[in-house]
Protein backbone atom coordinates (compact mmCIF):
# COMPACT_ATOMS: atom_id res chain seq x y z
CA UNK A 1 0.00 0.00 0.00
CA UNK A 2 2.79 2.35 0.65
CA UNK A 3 3.90 2.32 -2.88
CA UNK A 4 -0.04 3.40 -3.74
CA UNK A 5 -0.33 6.81 -5.49
CA UNK A 6 -2.71 9.24 -3.83
CA UNK A 7 -4.89 8.86 -7.13
CA UNK A 8 -5.45 4.83 -6.55
CA UNK A 9 -6.62 6.32 -2.63
CA UNK A 10 -9.26 8.67 -4.24
CA UNK A 11 -10.57 6.20 -6.69
CA UNK A 12 -10.82 3.22 -4.22
CA UNK A 13 -12.54 6.05 -1.87
CA UNK A 14 -14.93 6.82 -4.75
CA UNK A 15 -16.10 3.20 -5.23
CA UNK A 16 -15.79 2.66 -1.98
CA UNK A 17 -18.75 5.76 -1.40
CA UNK A 18 -20.58 4.44 -4.05
CA UNK A 19 -20.60 0.77 -2.92
CA UNK A 20 -21.54 1.61 1.14
CA UNK A 21 -24.03 4.24 -1.07
CA UNK A 22 -23.37 7.15 1.11
CA UNK A 23 -25.35 10.21 -0.17
CA UNK A 24 -22.25 12.33 -1.56
CA UNK A 25 -22.37 15.40 -2.89
CA UNK A 26 -21.40 16.29 -6.28
CA UNK A 27 -20.06 19.28 -8.17
CA UNK A 28 -22.37 20.62 -10.72
CA UNK A 29 -21.27 21.46 -14.73
CA UNK A 30 -20.65 18.83 -17.58
CA UNK A 31 -18.23 16.42 -15.53
CA UNK A 32 -19.89 16.31 -11.91
CA UNK A 33 -17.22 14.82 -9.64
CA UNK A 34 -17.71 13.97 -5.60
CA UNK A 35 -17.36 16.71 -3.22
CA UNK A 36 -14.18 15.68 -1.52
CA UNK A 37 -11.38 17.62 0.07
CA UNK A 38 -8.24 15.80 0.66
CA UNK A 39 -5.50 17.59 3.10
CA UNK A 40 -1.68 17.53 3.15
CA UNK A 41 -1.97 13.69 1.27
CA UNK A 42 1.38 11.61 2.16
CA UNK A 43 3.61 11.37 -0.76
CA UNK A 44 4.09 7.71 -2.44
CA UNK A 45 6.66 5.51 -1.15
CA UNK A 46 5.38 6.29 2.50
CA UNK A 47 3.18 4.99 5.34
CA UNK A 48 0.52 7.03 7.10
CA UNK A 49 -1.36 6.07 9.94
CA UNK A 50 -2.69 9.89 10.07
CA UNK A 51 -4.61 11.16 7.08
CA UNK A 52 -7.68 13.36 6.45
CA UNK A 53 -10.35 13.77 3.90
CA UNK A 54 -13.71 15.99 4.17
CA UNK A 55 -16.84 14.76 2.65
CA UNK A 56 -20.02 16.83 1.39
CA UNK A 57 -23.00 14.88 1.74
CA UNK A 58 -26.62 15.51 0.56
CA UNK A 59 -28.18 14.91 4.00
CA UNK A 60 -27.63 14.31 7.57
CA UNK A 61 -26.48 10.53 8.05
CA UNK A 62 -24.64 10.03 11.76
CA UNK A 63 -21.26 9.93 11.82
CA UNK A 64 -20.41 6.64 13.63
CA UNK A 65 -23.43 5.11 10.93
CA UNK A 66 -20.92 6.60 7.87
CA UNK A 67 -17.58 5.38 9.53
CA UNK A 68 -18.47 1.68 9.55
CA UNK A 69 -20.38 1.56 6.36
CA UNK A 70 -17.19 3.04 4.33
CA UNK A 71 -14.71 1.29 6.49
CA UNK A 72 -16.50 -2.29 5.39
CA UNK A 73 -16.57 -0.70 1.97
CA UNK A 74 -12.81 0.30 2.05
CA UNK A 75 -10.04 -2.60 0.71
CA UNK A 76 -7.75 -4.09 2.95
CA UNK A 77 -5.41 -1.77 4.35
CA UNK A 78 -7.31 1.31 4.70
CA UNK A 79 -9.52 1.63 7.89
CA UNK A 80 -11.80 4.72 8.50
CA UNK A 81 -11.03 5.54 11.76
CA UNK A 82 -13.48 8.54 12.81
CA UNK A 83 -15.75 10.20 11.17
CA UNK A 84 -17.40 13.61 12.98
CA UNK A 85 -19.26 16.49 11.09
CA UNK A 86 -17.18 19.43 10.19
CA UNK A 87 -16.88 22.32 12.42
CA UNK A 88 -16.66 25.95 10.90
CA UNK A 89 -13.55 26.78 9.05
CA UNK A 90 -10.83 24.84 7.02
CA UNK A 91 -9.59 21.44 8.17
CA UNK A 92 -6.20 22.13 5.99
CA UNK A 93 -5.41 25.34 8.23
CA UNK A 94 -5.32 23.20 11.45
CA UNK A 95 -2.91 20.76 9.70
CA UNK A 96 -0.02 22.51 10.94
CA UNK A 97 2.57 20.05 11.45
CA UNK A 98 3.41 16.10 10.69
CA UNK A 99 4.82 13.58 12.78
CA UNK A 100 7.27 11.06 11.30
CA UNK A 101 8.85 7.89 11.97
CA UNK A 102 11.92 7.11 9.93
CA UNK A 103 13.44 3.46 9.80
CA UNK A 104 17.03 3.06 8.99
CA UNK A 105 18.36 -0.38 8.17
CA UNK A 106 22.17 -0.78 8.85
CA UNK A 107 22.50 2.08 10.58
CA UNK A 108 23.62 2.20 14.32
CA UNK A 109 21.29 5.03 16.82
CA UNK A 110 24.94 6.71 17.83
CA UNK A 111 25.55 7.45 13.94
CA UNK A 112 21.67 7.92 13.22
CA UNK A 113 21.76 10.71 16.15
CA UNK A 114 25.37 12.30 15.24
CA UNK A 115 23.85 12.81 11.63
CA UNK A 116 21.02 14.59 13.57
CA UNK A 117 23.32 16.84 15.47
CA UNK A 118 25.10 17.74 12.70
CA UNK A 119 21.45 18.60 10.87
CA UNK A 120 20.10 20.52 13.50
CA UNK A 121 23.12 22.91 14.11
CA UNK A 122 23.34 23.50 10.26
CA UNK A 123 21.92 27.33 9.40
CA UNK A 124 20.91 25.78 5.62
CA UNK A 125 20.33 22.26 4.84
CA UNK A 126 19.88 22.56 0.94
CA UNK A 127 18.73 19.79 -0.95
CA UNK A 128 17.39 19.26 -4.63
CA UNK A 129 13.93 17.96 -5.54
CA UNK A 130 11.94 17.51 -9.21
CA UNK A 131 8.80 18.75 -8.97
CA UNK A 132 5.99 19.04 -12.42
CA UNK A 133 7.68 22.32 -12.50
CA UNK A 134 11.27 21.00 -12.95
CA UNK A 135 14.47 20.50 -10.61
CA UNK A 136 13.57 22.67 -7.70
CA UNK A 137 16.33 23.64 -4.75
CA UNK A 138 15.17 24.32 -1.19
CA UNK A 139 16.17 24.23 2.52
CA UNK A 140 15.01 21.48 4.64
CA UNK A 141 16.52 22.98 7.39
CA UNK A 142 13.61 25.99 9.34
CA UNK A 143 10.53 23.63 8.94
CA UNK A 144 12.09 20.60 11.15
CA UNK A 145 11.49 21.27 14.58
CA UNK A 146 12.55 18.20 16.17
CA UNK A 147 14.74 15.43 14.57
CA UNK A 148 16.53 12.85 17.08
CA UNK A 149 17.31 9.10 17.76
CA UNK A 150 14.03 7.34 19.01
CA UNK A 151 16.00 4.87 21.46
CA UNK A 152 13.28 3.26 23.05
CA UNK A 153 12.33 1.86 19.79
CA UNK A 154 16.02 1.52 18.54
CA UNK A 155 16.76 -0.99 21.50
CA UNK A 156 13.82 -3.07 20.47
CA UNK A 157 15.58 -4.14 17.28
CA UNK A 158 18.24 -6.92 17.69
CA UNK A 159 20.18 -6.11 14.19
CA UNK A 160 21.61 -2.76 13.57
CA UNK A 161 18.86 -0.08 13.01
CA UNK A 162 18.29 3.00 13.70
CA UNK A 163 15.06 5.35 14.15
CA UNK A 164 14.57 8.72 13.86
CA UNK A 165 11.47 10.69 15.01
CA UNK A 166 10.91 13.51 13.10
CA UNK A 167 8.34 16.96 13.62
CA UNK A 168 8.21 18.90 10.38
CA UNK A 169 6.23 22.21 9.83
CA UNK A 170 3.78 22.38 6.90
CA UNK A 171 5.31 24.68 4.44
CA UNK A 172 5.36 25.85 0.86
CA UNK A 173 6.97 23.57 -0.81
CA UNK A 174 6.68 21.10 1.70
CA UNK A 175 9.54 19.58 3.57
CA UNK A 176 8.87 15.84 3.36
CA UNK A 177 11.18 13.00 5.44
CA UNK A 178 12.64 11.98 2.29
CA UNK A 179 14.15 15.13 1.91
CA UNK A 180 15.39 15.30 5.66
CA UNK A 181 17.11 11.72 4.73
CA UNK A 182 18.82 13.68 1.66
CA UNK A 183 19.73 16.32 3.65
CA UNK A 184 21.30 14.04 6.53
CA UNK A 185 23.33 12.66 3.73
CA UNK A 186 24.35 15.76 2.93
CA UNK A 187 25.51 17.61 5.71
CA UNK A 188 26.69 14.41 8.43
CA UNK A 189 27.89 11.61 5.17
CA UNK A 190 24.90 9.46 6.58
CA UNK A 191 23.40 6.82 3.92
CA UNK A 192 21.54 4.38 5.00
CA UNK A 193 22.94 1.02 2.88
CA UNK A 194 18.82 0.21 2.09
CA UNK A 195 15.36 2.34 1.30
CA UNK A 196 14.67 3.92 4.94
CA UNK A 197 10.95 3.39 6.01
CA UNK A 198 8.90 6.26 6.44
CA UNK A 199 5.55 6.20 8.37
CA UNK A 200 3.65 9.45 9.41
CA UNK A 201 2.37 9.33 12.68
CA UNK A 202 -0.17 11.83 13.64
CA UNK A 203 -0.50 15.74 11.49
CA UNK A 204 -2.42 18.78 13.27
CA UNK A 205 -2.24 21.81 15.40
CA UNK A 206 1.27 22.45 16.65
CA UNK A 207 1.58 23.75 20.01
CA UNK A 208 4.43 26.33 19.77
CA UNK A 209 5.23 26.11 23.22
CA UNK A 210 5.88 22.14 24.02
CA UNK A 211 6.50 21.38 19.80
CA UNK A 212 3.37 18.43 20.95
CA UNK A 213 0.89 17.72 17.67
CA UNK A 214 -2.85 17.91 18.88
CA UNK A 215 -5.94 16.72 17.46
CA UNK A 216 -7.18 18.34 14.32
CA UNK A 217 -10.89 16.85 15.03
CA UNK A 218 -10.91 18.17 18.25
CA UNK A 219 -12.97 20.99 17.12
CA UNK A 220 -15.29 19.14 14.80
CA UNK A 221 -16.29 16.57 18.22
CA UNK A 222 -16.73 20.35 19.92
CA UNK A 223 -19.49 21.82 17.81
CA UNK A 224 -20.72 18.23 16.50
CA UNK A 225 -23.86 18.68 14.99
CA UNK A 226 -26.43 15.59 14.25
CA UNK A 227 -27.60 18.01 11.07
CA UNK A 228 -24.80 18.58 9.93
CA UNK A 229 -23.81 17.61 6.32
CA UNK A 230 -20.26 17.79 5.83
CA UNK A 231 -18.31 15.24 7.46
CA UNK A 232 -14.03 15.04 8.23
CA UNK A 233 -12.96 11.39 8.30
CA UNK A 234 -9.80 9.74 9.16
CA UNK A 235 -8.38 7.10 7.75
CA UNK A 236 -5.32 4.78 9.22
CA UNK A 237 -4.14 1.24 9.40
CA UNK A 238 -6.31 -0.82 11.07
CA UNK A 239 -3.38 -2.10 13.38
CA UNK A 240 -3.32 1.26 15.04
CA UNK A 241 -6.82 1.97 14.96
CA UNK A 242 -7.59 3.94 18.33
CA UNK A 243 -9.00 7.79 19.18
CA UNK A 244 -6.37 9.57 17.80
CA UNK A 245 -5.04 7.03 15.50
CA UNK A 246 -4.74 7.85 11.32
CA UNK A 247 -4.71 6.59 7.76
CA UNK A 248 -2.33 3.63 7.27
CA UNK A 249 -3.23 3.29 3.45
CA UNK A 250 0.54 3.72 3.36
CA UNK A 251 0.00 6.04 1.17
CA UNK A 252 -2.69 8.53 1.83
CA UNK A 253 -5.83 9.98 1.54
Known sequence: MRFASHRDIARALERALRRAEVPVAFSAGFSPHPKISYT???????????????????????????????????????????AVPAAAGGLADRLEASEWRIELPGVTPDDAAAAAA????????????????GLRRFDTRPPVLYLDVDRRAAIERQETYAILRLIVR???????????????????????????????????????????????????????DPGA??????????????????????QGL
Not at 49 to 78: N, S
Not at 121 to 127: F, L, M, S
Not at 229 to 246: C, F, K, M, Y
Open 40 to 82: GAAPTGVASEAEYFELTLTEPLDPERLRVRLDEAMPQGIDVIE
Open 118 to 133: VFRTAERVEVERLTKK
Open 170 to 224: HTTPAVRPDDVVTGLRQVAGLAPPSSPLMTRLAQGPLDEASGAIADPLAAEDAAS
Open 229 to 250: TAVSAHTGNASTRSRTGNVGAP
